[in-house]
Nanobody
Framework: VQLQAFGGGLVQAGGSLRLSCAASSQTFSFDSIAMGWFRQAPGKEREFVAAINWSGGSTYYLDSVKGRFTISRDNSKNTVYLQMNSLKPEDTAVYYC??????????????????????WGQGTQVTVSS
């Protein structure tokens, strides 16, 4: 799965940004691919931010972004979105989208671990100024 993320930028604290990630695959249909957003700040490990399963029926969030960020997907456009509101300086990071193919059993689906994802986008920088 090829992924291209965009929409990052510089915003003041309290502001909003919407990230988009367009996916393409010659092997899998988009509605069989779960998507996730991760971020990595300088000197820190990559961390989970949000995920959505292949149908869009289930979403998952990092505790610190709950109520501020919303992940969604449009399967007709092969795109996943991350709406980020009430941004804080600690949200500053490079944001990556990632894809994992639907497993045979739902119990094998792990939205939180980066090891569960097969493909990654190039990352987009989000900078929140105080």
């Amino acid at each position: 799965v090829q992924l291209q993320a965009f929409g990052g930028g510089l915003v003041q604290a309290g502001g909003s940004l919407r990230l988009s990630c367009a996916a393409s695959s010659q092997t899998f249909s988009f509605d069989s691919i779960a998507m996730g957003w991760f971020r990595q700040a300088p000197g820190k490990e990559r961390e989970f931010v949000a995920a959505i399963n292949w149908s869009g029926g289930s979403t998952y969030y990092l505790d610190s972004v709950k109520g501020r960020f919303t992940i969604s997907r449009d399967n007709s456009k092969n795109t996943v979105y991350l709406q980020m509101n009430s941004l804080k300086p600690e949200d500053t990071a490079v944001y990556y989208c990632a894809a994992q193919v639907r497993p045979a059993f739902y119990s094998d689906y792990d939205p939180y671990s980066p090891r569960g994802y097969d493909d990654w986008g190039q990352g987009t920088q989000v900078t929140v100024s105080s």
